[in-house]
Structure formats: C-alpha cells, structure tokens
C-alpha cells in the first residue's frame, strides 16, 4: 500500500478498512486457487471438517462450518457426485443422513491442503515467518472476541 495515492489516507489508516481490503484479496487468491484445483471453498470446510471431527449429521456439519443449511445441501450433493463424501442413514433417526468423508474425499483434501498452502505463502510473501505467526495470533485472538460476544 505504500506509494498508494489512490484512496484517502483516513481509510489506509482504520484496521476495519484494512481488514476488509486484505480480506477481499485473500478470497479471491484462495476461490481461484481452489477453482483451479476444480473445488469451492465450501468443499474445503466440509472435507476438513468431516476429517477433524469425523462423520455428522447434515445440520451438525453445516453449523460446524458456519454454511448456510441450503448452501450445505448443494455443496455435499457435489461432493458426494464427486465420490468425497458418502451418506447413510442415522441410526438413531432414519429422517437424518449421517455424512462421512471417503478416502478420496481425504485425498481431495490433501490436495486442498497444498494449494491453500501456497496461497498463504503468495498472500503473505511481504512478511517474515515471526511477523506471519504475530498476525495469525491477533487475528485469532480478534476473532475470539467476536465469538465471545
């Protein structure tokens, strides 16, 4: 941003500004990182969260990774065209369908893994490895107060 005469300087000086303009680079680098690995970055939340926590119910999965519920249906109807996830009924309730990552949906994940790796390297580039791990602590720390609110 420096030498960037483009925007008023009371903008390059409020965080929340800051936030959002980082914010909307680092979505764009990430879903075309993602689209050239033929994925979404909904694909990215499921798959890791069904890898993390282990299988769910739809709702459970869906609250897990903050996705709208019909946003939720659509993503896992790919995945599971795709082969990477695999639903079966709950056996507590036959009206629920328990949701599971497959080992191709790991292996998708995987690859996931890599591409977002080398977007925080691309997005982070201007930064030492201490000033990269300042920023991920305040971000989370920022974070977590807004989940406390």
Known sequence: ???????????????????AEVSGHAHRLVADALAS???????????????????????????RTRIDRSDVVEALNDLARRGFIERSADPTDRRCKIISITRLGIVHLHRLDRVLVGVQDDLLAPLSRTERQVL???????????AAE
Do not use: H
């Open 1 to 19: 941003m420096e030498g960037d005469d483009t925007r008023p300087s009371r903008l390059k000086q409020m965080p929340t500004w800051l936030i």
């Open 37 to 63: 690995a033929n994925s979404r970055g909904y694909d990215y939340r499921l798959l890791a969260a069904l890898q993390e926590f282990g299988a769910a119910s739809q709702a459970a999965v869906g609250r």
């Open 136 to 146: 991920i602590t305040v971000l989370t720390r920022l974070l977590m107060n807004q």
